[in-house]
T-cell receptor, first 111, second 113 residues
């Protein structure tokens, strides 16, 4: 199993550009989530999904959109990037237990 | 609302010394607690978890943590630090449904030779 995979690894955007961060898992997990990591703040939940067609907001959802059309994929969309969205983004999935499994991350810089 | 506080954003120990990383939480429901480790430029790896079974939880790489309800604490310990333990450590608490994981700010552990 590849586990949780994320693409791209690195991305630089200009303010106002849009992009989609990709996340996929091959563990047949129903639950998937997106976090952002900023220095000194740990990880903060952006959006999560408990299954295909079902998404909900986390702690910091503004400026981000998600959808879940398949069990495997959970893309995160930035419609109009802002410098405040410069961060490292992690996708995670969870099976029947409570522990979440994290992808390797995407480092995003918005100039 | 749940929250996690990690005391000390940086902790430095000598190789072979005791490692103690502190975590206090608040939760309105019986908590599920986790410690994750992050090595440079990598994702998070689960060290151990508490899910209301034994209060002393053993994890990977010789780490363990003790859940103390009266102190709302879940401190991480390791008897003898190795150079390879140098990393950032995150404590986290989950809501009852497992949908909302709240992290502390992280503690960077440095191990001196």
């Amino acid at each position: 199993n590849a586990g949780v995979t994320q693409t791209p690894k690195f991305q630089v955007l200009k303010t106002g550009q849009s992009m989609t961060l990709q996340c996929a898992q091959d563990m047949n997990h129903e639950y998937m989530s997106w976090y952002r990591q900023d220095p000194g703040m740990g990880l903060r939940l952006i959006h999560y999904s408990v299954g295909a067609g079902i998404t909900d907001q986390g702690e910091v959802p503004n400026g981000y959109n998600v959808s879940r059309s398949t069990t495997e994929d959970f893309p995160l969309r930035l419609l109009s990037a802002a410098p405040s969205q410069t961060s490292v983004y992690f996708c995670a999935s969870r099976g029947r237990g409570y522990e979440q499994y994290f992808g390797p991350g995407t480092r995003l810089t918005v100039t | 609302a749940q929250s996690v506080t990690q005391l000390g954003s940086h902790v430095s120990v000598s190789e072979g010394a005791l490692v103690l990383l502190r975590c206090n939480y608040s939760s309105s429901v019986p908590p599920y607690l986790f410690w994750y480790v992050q090595y440079p430029n990598q994702g998070l790896q689960l060290l151990l978890k508490y899910t209301s079974a034994a209060t002393l939880v053993k994890g990977i790489n010789g780490f363990e943590a003790e859940f103390k309800k009266s102190e709302t604490s879940f401190h991480l310990t390791k008897p003898s630090a190795h150079m390879s333990d140098a990393a950032e450590y995150f404590c986290a608490v989950s809501d009852g449904a497992g949908n909302m994981l709240t992290f502390g700010g992280g503690t960077r552990l440095m191990v001196k030779p």
